[in-house]
């Protein structure tokens, strides 16, 4: 590195015996360079292709829920197939922009992937379910319309895609809803939220697949379900301008959904 900022007559890293961070001129070189490294590694993966191997490392960022359900179960089937790919799965809630964070794909709720990326469903439709333990609803009136949960202690979701509390969304028919819930807990993951409401703390808005083994044995009880329909389920998204690995492409068949 130093032997190139002698080259570019400018120093490109800002250096301390603790850390080392690039310079303004540094930082813009990264810039300018880093699409060239996509080429390179796709170059790579492409040469692993010719020798019949599928080779190279596939980056994918996803919600830990569609990781544990969903993703990984076919990608640990899928590396056992094809031992010279490796896979990366980042933990991600927000939506990432995968091609500044240099990511092949990214997995998200069908109504929330982009217009201009190809997009692969990986999964069902899915539904949303409010419930809420017996214990809570003892003394309680369940409530009957969406409206009613602003009379109910609800446990609140904070996600970084919403930039606040998260609305609680309903259908029925040609009618949309989005109720404002209020309660005394917010969380931003499901799993802790599905874990209040078993405790008696309120209603949770959750996936139904989620609720389902607690409604089977009681633990929990369901509301509303009739007010929420099924939404798209989750999809695998992509750049549509980006050439795929041979890598890449037997995974994403790998991941299609076939009912």
């Known amino acids: 590195m130093r032997g190139l900022e002698t080259r570019l007559g400018v120093r490109?890293?800002?250096r301390s015996t603790r850390s080392v961070a690039p310079t303004e001129a540094g930082e813009h070189l990264a810039r300018a360079v880093g699409p060239h490294f996509e080429g390179i590694e796709a170059g790579l993966a492409a040469l692993g292709a010719l020798r019949g191997k599928p080779a190279g490392t596939i980056r994918i960022t996803a919600?830990?829920?569609v990781t544990e359900a969903i993703l990984w179960p076919r990608v640990a089937k899928f590396l056992k197939s094809y031992p010279d790919v490796r896979a990366e799965i980042a933990i991600d809630y927000a939506l990432t922009d995968i091609v500044a964070e240099r990511f092949d794909a990214g997995v998200r709720e069908g109504g929330l992937v982009a217009k201009d990326v190809i997009a692969v469903r990986i999964g069902p439709d899915m539904r949303m379910a409010v419930v809420g333990a017996p214990s809570y609803f003892a003394g309680r009136s369940a409530p009957r319309t969406p409206?009613?949960?602003t009379q109910h202690q609800c446990i609140n979701l904070r996600l970084p895609t919403r930039g606040g509390?998260?609305?609680w969304e309903f259908g029925k028919?040609?009618?949309a809803l989005r109720v404002h819930v209020e309660g005394s807990l917010v969380f931003n993951r499901s799993a802790q939220m599905l874990g209040a409401a078993l405790d008696g703390f309120g209603l949770a808005y959750v996936l139904e697949d989620v609720?389902?083994?607690h409604l089977a044995n009681g633990r929990l009880v369901?509301?509303?379900e009739d007010w929420c329909p099924a939404t798209p389920g989750?999809?695998?998204y992509y750049p549509s301008g980006r050439q795929p690995s041979a890598a890449f492409r037997l995974l994403v068949e790998a991941l299609r959904y076939r009912e």
């Open 12 to 14: 490109l890293l800002n």
């Open 211 to 213: 609720a389902q083994p």
């Open 222 to 224: 369901r509301v509303l």
């Open 173 to 175: 028919g040609r009618r």
């Open 147 to 149: 409206q009613d949960l």
């Open 63 to 65: 919600t830990e829920y």
């Open 234 to 236: 989750y999809h695998l």
């Open 165 to 167: 509390l998260y609305a």
